[in-house]
């Protein structure tokens, strides 16, 4: 019980060849530019819980005379710093919980999804790394040069190691706020296309 199918052949129909597998599929490029964004995550990870972990540990207290009197200068004894530590330690936290959604880039480098996604919460969590770094800033330029007209004394001639950690912590803020501009940057540009 075989039955036997003649399909007759046709000068007119051009011969072509088989393809196997899939073509390429056009913007190959978003895959690279997702890994970029995954080795762009772990840098800002990196800035944003050093600049917390650099803030959150500097302390340096001057002797004198008595163990009675002493003069302390910690993150703590400044609320710009108790802010700047919470909100770096927030953004790092955000960027650690962010890599499954890079990772997914990764894997579907044409879905639009997590990639608007994360534009819109990178968005998010580099407004609140600005405004820590830059009021971290701020007091930190006042500790190196003081303020004559207001009274406030430069403290670092005097709590030299303080003002070394708290100025390293507010660079490697500015380090995590340009790798998330960077990040936002780069997947804008990778939706658009």
Known sequence: ?????????????????????????????KKGVAIMDFILRLGAIAAALGAAATMGT?????PFFTQFFQFEASYDSFTTFQFFVITMALVGGYLVLSLPFSVVAIVRPHAVGPRLF????????????TASGA????????????????????????????CAQTSSAVVSS?????????????SAFAIGK
């Open 1 to 29: 019980m075989s039955t036997t199918i003649d399909v007759p052949e046709t000068s007119k129909v051009p011969k072509g060849k088989a393809v196997l597998g899939a073509p390429p599929r056009p913007g190959g490029w």
């Open 58 to 62: 500097s302390d340096q207290t001057l």
């Open 118 to 129: 994360l534009i819109i919460l990178d968005t998010v969590f580099l407004t609140l790394a």
């Open 135 to 162: 009021s971290a800033a701020s007091i930190v330029y006042m500790a190196h040069k003081g303020d004559q007209d207001t009274n406030w004394l430069a403290i670092c001639n005097q709590f030299g190691d303080f």
């Open 174 to 186: 500015f380090v995590a706020v340009l790798l998330l501009v960077l990040l936002i940057v780069m």
